[in-house]
């Protein structure tokens, strides 16, 4: 009985035993962990700025124009590598690569405006006749074309470099082909000329220089025209008065032959002076 083993020992003297035992396991293994030296500044706190942060520890940063090639250890630092051609990096970083440049493209609006470099990026500016929908500082990295004002329209406003063109109708008697800054009036053709088209809200009246040839045919027929009507009046004018003394003349002949006994005989009467004339 007085030799009984540990394992005969009753559960309610071991388990305290066991706790202490592992109490000290666990303060020993933390001690340890303290002790060790961190590799290259690795630090449980948080990072300076200059640093950045890998698997739980803290590293310097690459300089603009590189990127990480290596992380730091507890014996090296920081491995830095030059990015590549159209590749850059502008701030102080811990990337393992490059951000790539980017490419102003003259199918949406842009041009190069300063062109990449290692610690810098493209910077893009608009092409003329288009306004940015994406503005950067010094630059646009978005772009739409103005709206461009159809025929019968007129520029009511012109696009800038931030906002689109506004576009208004024309009114009655008035045209534009969409270029204009306000709708102009039809033209009046002039004397000697002759309308060949009449104008609409797009396009203006089209005259046409009447010929030679042409006006003179008409100068003459109206010449001819009123000759001839000049013509017929006098004629008719001298007509009419020729017949009426000749009706008096003969009226009175015939009253006085009603009256003379002679012209019952079948004589001949003589006729006065003034008769005859």
């Keep these: 009985m007085a030799s009984q083993t540990i394992l005969e020992l009753p559960l309610a003297l071991i388990l305290p035993t066991l706790l202490i035992l592992l109490k000290m396991f666990l ?53 830095c590598a030059p990015c590549p051609a159209s590749t850059y990096t502008d701030t102080y970083n811990g990337l393992e690569s490059c951000r790539r440049c980017t490419v102003c493209d003259p199918n949406v609006g842009l041009r190069i405006k300063r062109n990449c470099s290692s610690s810098s990026d493209t910077l893009c ?19 739409v074309e103005h709206t461009k004002c159809l025929p019968g329209q007129y520029i009511k406003q012109k696009g800038t470099s931030s906002s689109d063109t506004v576009c208004s109708d024309c009114d009655s008697k008035t045209y534009s082909d969409g270029s204009f800054a306000s709708c102009r009036p039809h033209t009046q053709c002039k004397l000697g000329y002759d309308v060949t088209k009449e104008g ?3 396009s203006d009246t089209e005259c046409q220089m009447i010929s030679v040839a042409v006006a003179t045919a008409v100068v003459i027929a109206v010449v001819i025209a009123v000759c001839v009507l000049a013509i017929l009046v006098v ?19 015939m009253k006085r032959n009603e009256k003379d006994p002679k012209c019952e005989q079948g004589e001949e009467i003589p006729l006065d002076q003034d008769e005859k004339t």
């Design 27 to 79: 303060a020993m293994l933390i001690m340890l962990v303290l002790s060790l030296p961190a590799p290259c500044g690795i630090c449980l706190s948080q990072c300076s700025p200059a640093e950045y942060e890998v698997m739980g520890g803290c590293c310097p940063m690459c300089s603009p124009g590189y990127h990480v090639h290596r992380h730091c250890t507890e014996f090296t630092s920081t491995t």
């Design 125 to 143: 500016e608009l092409l003329e006749g288009h306004y940015c929908t994406d503005p950067i500082k010094d630059g646009c990295r978005g772009a």
């Design 200 to 202: 609409t809200s797009s």
């Design 235 to 253: 004629t008719a004018v001298a007509v009419t008065v020729k017949r009426i003394p000749l009706a008096e003349t003969y009226g009175t002949i």
